[in-house]
């Protein structure tokens, strides 16, 4: 089965400052992953997703993700963090169907 | 277009009850996933419905069910309450596509008294 790992409980980071937070990936064939952010008291916001092509996709909120396939990672970065993206964020890749497998969430603090 | 819209958005029960809850998907999506988040297992998959057929299903006890109506709106049901059930729903919809992106909605709080 596929899965994700984000290995990092929280991030802190300051504004203005880049931010990354870390995913990697163990899969078979080719992944598709995705970034999701949730804000509290809130559902699942779609950030960004990697299918195929480009190694570095960009998404919402100024976010983008690099995809490593030597490396196994798909890490969130972000070039100048504002406070305002404090929030839990999660990596996932699909598997059989439309399910999809989440890691186990990164909490962002940006402090100003 | 609207989001996913999911009802109640919080709810309080009682062990030994049952609840059902319910997720109306963006317009013409097919496909409605259900997914459990709680802090000590993370978000976990439920079960995915498509053109009123279950297509997919984690690994949850059959006190855990759903439906999906010709509409595409979707209903699962909880039976027979445990206090472990207490938990965020999320339901995801999509439109039909491998690479597609499933949008969520905002939650279903449950609180298992």
Known sequence: ?112 | KAGVTQTPRYLIKTRGQQVTLSCSPISGHRSVSWYQQTPGQGLQFLFEYFSETQRNKGNFPGRFSGRQFSNSRSEMNVSTLELGDSALYLCASLPTGDTDTQYFGPGTRLTVL
């Not at chain 1, 995913?23 to 990697?50: A, D, E, M």
């Not at chain 1, 996709?57 to 504002?82: C, I, R, W």
Request: some cysteine; hydrophobic content about 35%; charged content about 15%.
């Open chain 1, 1 to 112: 089965a596929q899965s994700v790992a984000q290995p990092e409980d929280q991030v802190n980071v300051a504004e203005g400052n880049p931010l990354t937070v870390k995913c990697t990936y163990s899969v078979s064939g080719n992944p598709y992953l995705f970034w999701y952010v949730q804000y509290p008291n809130r559902g699942l916001q779609f950030l960004l997703k990697y299918i195929t092509g480009d190694n570095l996709v960009k998404g919402s909120y100024g976010f983008e993700a690099e995809f490593n396939k030597s490396q196994t990672s798909f890490h969130l970065k972000k070039p100048s963090a504002l406070v305002s993206d404090s929030a839990l964020y999660f990596c996932a890749v699909k598997n059989a169907g439309n399910m999809l497998t989440f890691g186990g969430g990164t909490r962002l603090m940006v402090k100003p």
